[in-house]
């Protein structure tokens, strides 16, 4: 294996956590409004 397939697999993992990361932070987000504006 290359050093640069190894950065690459690594970026596009990372990239993933990021996209769940959002995703997450957005619906605790929504929560939390929901909660504090009733």
């Not at 996209?19 to 009733?38: D, H, M, Q, R, V």
């Amino acid at each position: 294996k290359s050093s640069s397939e190894g950065t690459r697999e690594n970026s596009i993992r990372l990239s993933i956590i990021g996209e769940n990361f959002t995703k997450k932070g957005a619906i605790l987000l929504k929560i939390l409004k929901n909660n504090s504006f009733p």
